[in-house]
């Protein structure tokens, strides 16, 4: 069983200020993958950035980057430079087994951080 | 840039009706997922679909519950007969290989 833990409900950060939304996991899985999800108020789900367990370096995607700590299981998301289009909800998400060529690939999501971005 | 498109954005039905959510994945990817969204709480995986089979199923996918790609580009949700709890946003997602990309969503209402 996988579980995923996001224990800031909500956040706020000054615009073009970088912020990190915390992400702790837990996996029996060998091998695993960690995303993370932004959901703005139009309710869709946007992918943001992966990181493998084996991926010898953090995942950066613009200005989006994962402190992954596996000794700790941790995934942390760090937006820098945040800008007002950043306010939303973020998801940690992770999958198992991502290289086990199974037929399905379900993310098991947590809570959700709500962060908002002030002006 | 290719997409995840479903319809319809909203559907609001009677308890016990049938309802059909509709979804068009990305046109190469190989793997199709059904998730749900109870307001103001968690996005919970629904079910997979692979290869024109069922590939995993959630404790939630009873058998109200049932998948199709009745064609080449289509990928449906049906739930046979709604209850009032089975008011949610309604994700469909598919993947090339691991990275899910997700629709805007149904949100279905039940009265």
């Known amino acids: 069983a996988q579980k995923i833990t996001q224990t800031q409900p909500g956040m706020f950060v000054q615009e073009k200020e970088a912020v990190t939304l915390d992400c702790t996991y837990d996996t029996s899985d060998p091998s695993y993958g960690l995303f993370w999800y932004k959901q703005p108020s139009s309710g869709e789900m946007i992918f943001l950035i992966y990181q493998g367990s084996y991926d010898q370096q953090n995942a950066t995607e613009g200005r989006y980057s994962l402190n992954f700590q596996k000794a700790r299981k941790s995934a942390n998301l760090v937006i820098s430079a945040s800008q007002l289009g950043d306010s939303a909800m973020y998801f940690c998400a992770m999958i198992g087994n991502p290289e086990s060529g199974a037929g399905s690939y379900q993310l098991t999501f947590g809570k959700g951080t709500k962060l908002s971005v002030i002006p | 840039e290719p997409e995840v498109t479903q319809t319809p954005s909203h559907q609001v039905t009677q308890m016990g009706q049938e309802v059909i959510l509709r979804c068009v994945p990305i046109s190469n990817h190989l793997y199709f997922y059904w998730y749900r969204q109870i307001l103001g709480q968690k996005v919970e995986f629904l079910v997979s679909?692979?290869?024109?089979?069922?590939?995993?199923k959630s404790e939630i996918f009873d058998d109200q519950f049932s998948v199709e790609r009745p064609d080449g580009s289509n990928f449906t949700l049906k739930i046979r007969s709604t209850k009032l709890e089975d008011s949610a946003m309604y994700f469909c997602a598919s993947s090339e290989v691991l990275a899910s990309f997700f629709g805007p969503g149904t949100r279905l209402t039940v009265l």
């Open positions: 679909f692979y290869n024109n089979e069922i590939s995993e």
